[in-house]
């Protein structure tokens, strides 16, 4: 039987297959707070057949920017993201979790030079950047104090 709780949207995005509890995460991500202007949907613990269970944000008349992507794939690595036009899906890809994270999650180690604040023009600020160790569960390791990032999903930038 198909799912009727939420209903179609004529155009926007959905990201779909989001690991079951990452939603609000994923709303976060896209700025989506008080002050939103557009149709948002979020429907979590759907029963799934790929997964036991999934969350969906839909949202209407918007994209996602690349940075965006960049964070979603690091929280929900199974979603889908589908482009809706005129009420067909338009577009479905899968985020690609990355190999390399640079610039969207900052390192928790204060002395980590890539917190070192700059001054006067002297240095120019070191971008954060870190490997994956693995997707499920997130770890990831500052590639400059070698540190692995504590709960990594709290330190998105
Ligand atoms: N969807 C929507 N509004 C539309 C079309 C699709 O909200 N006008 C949603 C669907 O509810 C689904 C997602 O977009 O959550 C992807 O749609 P579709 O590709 O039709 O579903 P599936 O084939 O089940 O997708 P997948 O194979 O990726 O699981
Ligand atoms: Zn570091």
């Given at each position: 039987?198909?799912?009727?709780?939420?209903?179609?949207?004529?155009?926007?995005?959905?990201?779909?297959?989001?690991?079951?509890?990452?939603?609000?995460?994923?709303?976060?991500i896209?700025?989506?707070?008080?002050?939103?202007?557009?149709?948002?949907?979020?429907?979590?613990?759907v029963?799934?057949?790929?997964?036991?269970?999934?969350?969906?944000v839909?949202?209407?008349?918007?994209?996602?920017?690349?940075?965006?992507?960049?964070?979603?794939?690091?929280?929900?690595?199974?979603?889908?993201?589908?482009?809706?036009?005129?009420?067909?899906?338009?577009?479905?890809?899968?985020?690609?979790?990355?190999?390399?994270?640079?610039?969207?999650?900052?390192?928790?180690?204060?002395?980590?030079?890539?917190n070192a604040?700059?001054?006067?023009?002297?240095?120019?600020?070191?971008?954060?950047?870190?490997?994956?160790?693995?997707?499920?569960?997130?770890?990831l390791?500052c590639?400059?104090?070698?540190?692995?990032?504590e709960?990594?999903?709290?330190?998105l930038?």
């Open positions: 039987m198909k799912e009727f709780r939420i209903q179609p949207i004529k155009n926007g995005t959905v990201i779909d297959h989001i690991d079951s509890g990452k939603a609000l995460k994923v709303i976060k896209m700025g989506i707070d008080e002050n939103v202007t557009s149709v948002v949907s979020v429907i979590m613990h029963p799934s057949s790929k997964k036991d269970f999934k969350d969906i839909k949202v209407e008349d918007r994209e996602l920017n690349p940075k965006e992507l960049k964070k979603i794939a690091l929280i929900a690595p199974n979603a889908t993201i589908n482009i809706i036009r005129d009420y067909e899906v338009a577009k479905k890809t899968k985020v690609k979790p990355p190999e390399k994270v640079s610039g969207i999650v900052r390192c928790a180690n204060p002395n980590c030079i890539t604040r700059t001054s006067m023009e002297t240095f120019e600020p070191v971008e954060p950047e870190f490997t994956v160790e693995s997707t499920k569960p997130l770890r390791r590639v400059y104090c070698e540190r692995e990032l709960n990594p999903e709290e330190h930038i």
